[in-house]
């Protein structure tokens, strides 16, 4: 029995959850609550999935009720058990957990049943006509279509030609079973939508060759739902057109109270990317990326790897939130969201990107100290580690200046004191260059007595750098990454997508000098690195070796609009 969830965190109710809690209290269905989240197998799950999933799991959650998880596997030709397994997989990562898994061909006989009783009821042809044909009869929004010569074919041939359709007589393509509905419907979906299609090619991931025959979206979905009990089927805008059908469907052979009931809500869209299973497999396929878990990419997969937490995407899908009208949603707020969650729960560390060495002249040759240093002054719970300091750091290039005006603040010969995260506070005397003009070494002077966290330690400087030292950090490489398109809605332009590719998605740097603490950074650990923004640990990580993705930088440019 559902029960509303007293202790719900208090935040405005959606408008679903408004429909569901009605429903609860009229006592529609028995006041019983099950959802489903029904992906196509075809593709990996993107962020757009995620907020059907958060509704559908969360709804079931809220109110005390089940969700299930079904895949919608009725089209061969595309579908995959690699899928299915990455599907589970990121609903589970996401947080989610199904009461059972089912899937469209578990209900291949009912449905082939019910197209028979819907044959026999004078409700359904088989027509033999082509795609073409069939699609040239179909009428505008302002013009009635034409009926099929196959219209009012005898019950017995319809019947007879749909056996065979699924013994495998006939080639794909050269008939399909059509609902006889109204051919002069205002809605073209009624216009005699088509029930069953044949496919011989390709044999099911689960069904194998047993079926010449498959289900349509539409015949499979409605009748899948009412089958497993489902009391809200919610999915996206673009079905609410189907949602009539949906409701015919059911009429035909339900009979008693209970009903599951369709609700559409808006689409996710995200600015310079592509929401489409078809198109990111396009992709995929070409190479345009590395492959569908590319951290460049929106599939779940691809967040993760890219360093995003499964907190930070729930917290954006909360934020956007529910409605009828579709959006596109700028990418910093979803950055902004792995900002606020990385924040608190990662140590930060200096990372070199670009390193220069640096000789502390009057530091005295083979002397070694160990620096305490918090991992992250909002979390003391995150500890403290220690940092190998020397005579020689390495530090930012871009943190040294030979000839710098006085706006600069960092160093240069002569210049400005400089603190050392956490170390001393030095100044640059002179720099060395190699043939190219190109510095190699910086040369500064250090005051012994400035150290952080002594008494000398409190005089302040303007500006503070980053640095590693160079006998225990290790090499790194680096991937810095930028939005996968140029334009805002890919989708929305003309003309080949290929173009439309930011050349610049992916910047690699090798060489970078990290702290020695990230030595044993596992793939998926997560740190900030100073000044540089959060960092993910890639799993082309080899010991010793580590690759970092960056997940995000520091800047917020969402707060600045
Ligand atoms: P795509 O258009 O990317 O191929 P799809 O809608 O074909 O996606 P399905 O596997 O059919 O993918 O989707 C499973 C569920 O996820 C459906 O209920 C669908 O409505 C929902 N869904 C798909 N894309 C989005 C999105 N961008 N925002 C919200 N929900 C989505
Ligand atoms: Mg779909």
Same mark, same amino acid.
């Given at each position: ?76 030709? !595309? ?20 009461? &059972? ?36 009869? !179909? ?15 005898? /019950? ?19 008939? /399909? ?47 899948? @739902? ?50 489409? !299973? ?62 606020? @969650? ?17 000789v502390i002249t009057?530091y005295p040759e083979g002397q070694r ?21 020397s005579r020689e750091l ?71 750098? &980053? ?52 030595? @044993? ?38 707060? !600045?609009?």
């Amino acid at each position: 029995m559902a029960v509303t969830a007293e202790d719900a965190p208090k935040r405005s109710l959606n408008f679903i959850e408004q429909i569901v809690e009605n429903d609860i209290r009229e006592g529609v269905n028995g006041g019983r609550i099950q959802t489903r989240f029904p992906p196509e197998p075809n593709g990996y799950l993107h962020i757009g999935h995620a907020k059907a999933v958060c509704l559908d799991f969360g709804i079931a959650e809220r109110y005390g009720g089940v969700c299930n998880l079904r895949f919608e596997d009725t089209n061969p030709v !595309k579908e995959d058990v690699e899928y299915v397994d990455s599907i589970m997989e990121d609903i589970r990562w996401l947080g989610f957990h199904w009461n &059972n898994v089912y899937y469209a061909s578990d209900y291949f006989h009912k449905l082939y049943d019910l197209a028979v009783q819907f044959i026999k009821e004078g409700k359904a042809y088989v027509d033999e006509q082509s795609a073409e044909e069939i699609a040239r009869q !179909k009428g505008t929004p302002t013009e009635p279509g034409q009926n099929s010569p196959y219209r009012d074919r005898p /019950v017995s041939e319809s019947l007879d030609l749909f056996e065979r359709m699924n013994r495998g007589e006939f080639p794909d393509g050269s008939m /399909v079973l059509r609902a006889k509905i109204d051919m002069a419907h205002s809605n073209m979906h009624f216009r005699d939508p088509i029930m069953y299609r044949i496919i011989t090619t390709h044999p099911h991931h689960r069904t194998g060759t047993e079926w010449k025959v498959y289900p349509m979206y539409d015949f499979a979905h409605g009748q899948s @739902d009412y089958f497993e009990g489902v009391t809200h089927s919610l999915c996206t805008l673009e079905f609410e057109v189907h949602r009539p059908l949906y409701d015919y469907y059911l009429d035909q052979f339900v009979k008693g109270d209970y009903r599951p009931k369709q609700r559409e809500f808006n689409r996710l869209n995200i600015t310079y990317t592509v929401m489409s !299973k078809r198109k990111m497999l396009q992709l995929v396929q070409e190479g345009l990326v590395a492959g569908w878990d590319d951290p460049r990419m929106p599939t779940i997969c691809g967040l993760r790897r890219r360093g995003y937490t499964p907190e930070a995407i729930r917290a954006f899908i909360d934020k956007i939130g529910y409605t009828k009208y579709e959006a596109l949603n700028d990418v910093a707020l979803l950055e902004s969201a792995v900002r606020d @969650d990385l924040k608190p729960r990662t140590p930060r560390v200096c990372a070199i990107l670009d390193p220069v060495r640096l000789v502390i002249t009057n530091y005295p040759e083979g002397q070694r100290e160990t620096l305490l240093t918090e991992n992250n002054p909002d979390n003391p719970g995150l500890g403290t580690r220690e940092m190998a300091f020397s005579r020689e750091l390495y530090i930012e290039r871009g943190d040294f200046m030979e000839q710098a005006d006085k706006d600069f603040y960092r160093l240069s010969p002569g210049g400005r004191e400089v603190r050392l995260k956490s170390a001393y506070i030095i100044r640059a005397t002179a720099c060395e260059k190699d043939a190219e003009g190109r510095v190699t070494t910086v040369f500064a002077e250090y005051d012994p007595e400035s150290k952080s966290g002594s008494e000398g330690g409190n005089r302040k400087v303007k500006s503070t750098i &980053n640095w590693v030292d160079v006998e225990s950090s290790i090499e790194a490489e680096v991937r810095l990454y930028d939005r996968l398109f140029l334009c805002e809605n890919p989708l929305a332009e003309s003309g080949g997508f290929r173009d439309l590719l930011n050349p610049g998605s992916l910047t690699v740097l090798n060489g970078c000098r990290v702290e020695a603490y990230l030595a @044993d950074a596992k793939p998926g650990d997560k740190f900030q690195f100073l000044k540089s923004g959060y960092f993910c640990v890639d799993p082309d990580s080899t010991p010793g070796s580590p690759v970092f993705n960056r997940t995000v930088s520091l800047k917020d440019s969402w707060a !600045k609009k």
